[in-house]
T-cell receptor
């Protein structure tokens, strides 16, 4: 069965430190890959999408097909980055996206 | 476009009552999703529609839950009868196609007493 793993439920870093939120997926092929972010008591919104190759709010994500990973990175975390982050690959075979359990990032001053 | 619209934003009800959540997707979007979010279980996909047709309802918890999409601009999620364990934030999302970016509504915060 398709599986999306975000191994860290909670992640805490200091302002200015690098941050990496991990995401591994289990299905083969080339899924569409998304990261969504949810700020406190707000709706989920797209952070970035692999196909667009954009850097949003300083975040980037690189697809590693060998490791089937799509980790989210930012070189210098800011306090406003504190939020819940969801990895959501789209599984072509299943015809739907599967959201990971999410990682709550806290950036301390 | 106003984005995905959900109503009500908050709902407090008593156990056993019927609850109906409503969603208006973004115009032109062909896929619609209903999710439930809780602290314990995170974000769960309940059901999704493509061109108004339910494609996958495997996430619907039990027969007390039902969802409809009578036309391209409206969907409902109904819980009858409601139970305290149904308390959660329910999100609706829409996308142009199933593989495109999902746009989420503000959510309905449901509390069943």
């Amino acid at each position: 069965a398709q599986r999306v793993t975000q191994p860290e439920k909670l992640l805490s870093v200091f302002k200015g430190a690098p941050v990496e939120l991990k995401c591994n997926y289990s299905y083969s092929g080339s899924p569409e890959l998304f990261w969504y972010v949810q700020y406190s008591r707000q709706r989920l919104q797209l952070l970035l999408r692999h196909i667009s190759r954009e850097s949003i709010k300083g975040f980037t994500a690189d697809l590693n097909k060998g490791e089937t990973s799509f980790h989210l990175k930012k070189p210098f975390a800011q306090e406003e980055d504190s939020a819940m982050y969801y990895c959501a690959p789209f599984n072509t075979n299943a015809g739907k996206s599967t959201f990971g359990d999410g990682t709550t990032l806290t950036v301390k001053p | 476009d106003a984005g995905v619209i959900q109503s009500p934003r908050h709902e407090v009800t008593e156990m056993g009552q019927e609850v109906t959540l409503r969603c208006k997707p973004i115009s032109g979007h062909n896929s619609l999703f209903w999710y439930r979010q809780t602290m314990m279980r995170g974000l769960e996909l309940l059901i999704y529609f493509n061109n108004n047709v339910p494609i996958d309802d495997s996430g619907m918890p039990e027969d007390r839950f039902s969802a409809k999409m009578p036309n391209a601009s409206f969907s409902t999620l109904k819980i009858q009868p409601s139970e305290p364990r149904d308390s959660a934030v329910y999100f609706c999302a829409s996308s142009k196609t199933g593989r495109e970016t999902q746009y989420f509504g503000p959510g309905t915060r449901l509390l069943v007493l």
